[in-house]
């Protein structure tokens, strides 16, 4: 697993309880015949995207959430700052985070202030 990987899958686990976060795959294949061709989302699609629970969410509502998770050193593309930038412009929870307490930052604001972190998915 890589440590961008391992980054990944902690933030999925850390806020299951107030968020479900989907992991977002994408690439190109080739088949056993030769043939190429790619799947998934446009360029600069977040790592993760989901929402917020409408029960944590201190709106009442579900919220939706694009998390670009990077780990120390590397830097997000331009595509993915604009796709950032554009879902924060849509009055979604959007954001480039290097840690699972970045990620807590990013959606503390928009929790009610008894899920503002640290749940385990049990509380659900």
Request: charge should be positive; proline fraction near 6%.
């Given at each position: 697993m890589t440590p961008e990987?391992?980054?990944?899958?902690?933030?999925?686990?850390s806020v299951y309880g107030v968020c479900m976060l989907y992991r977002i795959n994408t690439g190109t294949v080739t088949t056993d015949?030769?043939?190429?061709f790619s799947t998934g989302t446009p360029k600069g699609y977040s790592d993760l995207?989901?929402?917020?629970?409408?029960?944590?969410?201190?709106?009442?509502?579900?919220?939706?959430?694009?998390?670009?998770?990077?780990?120390?050193?590397?830097?997000?593309?331009?595509?993915?700052?604009?796709?950032?930038?554009?879902?924060?412009?849509d009055g979604c929870v959007a954001g480039v985070c290097y840690s699972v307490p970045e990620v807590w930052e990013l959606l503390k604001p928009y929790l009610r202030a008894d899920h503002t972190g640290g749940e385990s998915n049990e509380d659900w």
């Open positions: 990987s391992g980054l990944l899958n902690s933030i999925i686990r015949k030769g043939y190429r995207a989901g929402y917020i629970r409408g029960g944590a969410s201190r709106f009442g509502i579900a919220v939706p959430v694009y998390i670009e998770a990077k780990i120390p050193g590397n830097k997000p593309s331009q595509e993915q700052v604009d796709f950032i930038r554009a879902r924060r412009e």
